[in-house]
């Protein structure tokens, strides 16, 4: 991919559409991947990644070799990311105190280990590990993505994040202290002999609160099979982060830049912040 990636980049900067367009397809995935994980919130990452998208396409001549070209997509992302207005879960101002008070809020006394409960135990672990990631500041909450997530080195967080290396590594190392003590003493998949939550105990409140839909998850045995061995695995702090599905783009936002791109406005391109 780097190669064809190299050469897309070179056409796209020279007037072709069609290269633009396939840059797009090929940044857009990691663009959602890296927004979801900010937001915590699937409506809010894919307004975020669309704004991304299009800050990428109408920056793309800046761009000068003076990183891999994914590292300067990271870092478009990352300074629009920190930027932009606090998302729908960044507004309840979650901290890890009340987050576990939160956890520990309507529990059922014993797991259900039905299929179907599995399977929305999956998605409550989902839910809560994108909140967990939260409840960090932002500039602690990138360099943990960045670093423990999508284990971009220390040389290039720095450069997307603009700042030096000490100071990068110092903000992953109080973010990775927080995660690791915070689901240590609270998360049941990495200590079920000591932590009282786990995912299952959490289905029949988290479906009394909205957060997750019973309707929405299929029961193929394929899946059931998948939930199961997950659930059951033993989850450090950081392969718990890991463990987030990585969804892929929504068709509207690519749709929405390829109209952009097939108008041929480039005015329009021009006048994107």
């Given at each position: 991919?780097?190669?064809?990636?190299?050469?897309?980049?070179?056409?796209?900067?020279?007037?072709?559409?069609?290269?633009?367009?396939?840059?797009?397809?090929?940044?857009?995935?990691?663009?959602?991947?890296?927004?979801?994980?900010?937001?915590g919130?699937?409506?809010?990452?894919?307004?975020?990644?669309?704004?991304?998208?299009?800050k990428?396409?109408?920056?793309?001549?800046?761009?000068?070799?003076q990183?891999?070209?994914?590292?300067w997509?990271h870092?478009?992302?990352?300074?629009?990311?920190?930027?932009?207005?606090?998302?729908?879960?960044?507004?309840y101002e979650?901290?890890?105190?009340?987050?576990?008070?939160?956890?520990?809020?309507?529990?059922?006394?014993?797991?259900?280990?039905?299929?179907?409960?599995?399977?929305l135990a999956?998605e409550?672990?989902?839910g809560?590990?994108?909140?967990?990631?939260?409840?960090?500041?932002?500039d602690?909450?990138?360099?943990?993505?960045?670093?423990?997530v999508?284990?971009?080195s220390?040389r290039?967080?720095?450069?997307?994040?603009e700042?030096?290396?000490a100071?990068?590594?110092?903000?992953?190392?109080?973010?990775?202290?927080?995660?690791?003590?915070?689901?240590?003493?609270?998360?049941?998949?990495?200590?079920p002999?000591?932590?009282?939550c786990?995912?299952?105990?959490?289905?029949?409140?988290?479906?009394q609160?909205?957060?997750?839909?019973?309707?929405?998850?299929?029961?193929?045995?394929?899946?059931?099979?998948?939930?199961?061995?997950e659930?059951?695995?033993?989850?450090?702090?950081?392969?718990?982060?890991?463990?987030?599905?990585?969804?892929?783009?929504?068709d509207?936002?690519?749709a929405?830049?390829?109209?952009?791109l097939?108008?041929?406005?480039?005015?329009?391109?021009?006048?994107?912040?």
């Amino acid at each position: 991919m780097p190669d064809e990636l190299t050469e897309l980049v070179e056409r796209a900067q020279g007037g072709d559409r069609q290269a633009l367009e396939d840059v797009l397809r090929l940044i857009s995935d990691d663009v959602h991947r890296l927004a979801l994980r900010m937001t915590g919130c699937p409506d809010d990452a894919a307004d975020a990644t669309q704004e991304i998208l299009v800050k990428v396409l109408t920056r793309l001549s800046t761009f000068r070799r003076q990183a891999a070209f994914t590292t300067w997509v990271h870092r478009v992302a990352v300074n629009h990311l920190v930027d932009r207005k606090r998302s729908a879960v960044e507004r309840y101002e979650m901290t890890f105190g009340a987050f576990a008070d939160d956890l520990l809020d309507g529990l059922t006394a014993a797991p259900n280990s039905s299929p179907e409960n599995d399977l929305l135990a999956r998605e409550v672990k989902h839910g809560c590990t994108l909140a967990m990631l939260v409840c960090l500041h932002r500039d602690e909450r990138v360099a943990y993505v960045l670093g423990e997530v999508f284990g971009i080195s220390s040389r290039d967080g720095a450069w997307i994040c603009e700042t030096t290396e000490a100071a990068y590594r110092q903000r992953l190392s109080r973010a990775r202290t927080a995660v690791r003590a915070f689901v240590s003493a609270h998360c049941g998949l990495v200590s079920p002999a000591t932590a009282r939550c786990h995912c299952r105990r959490r289905v029949p409140i988290a479906v009394q609160l909205g957060r997750v839909d019973p309707t929405t998850v299929r029961t193929t045995s394929a899946d059931i099979d998948a939930a199961v061995a997950e659930m059951e695995r033993l989850y450090d702090s950081a392969a718990l982060m890991r463990s987030i599905p990585d969804v892929a783009t929504p068709d509207e936002i690519t749709a929405h830049i390829r109209t952009i791109l097939a108008s041929g406005n480039d005015q329009l391109l021009a006048d994107q912040p």
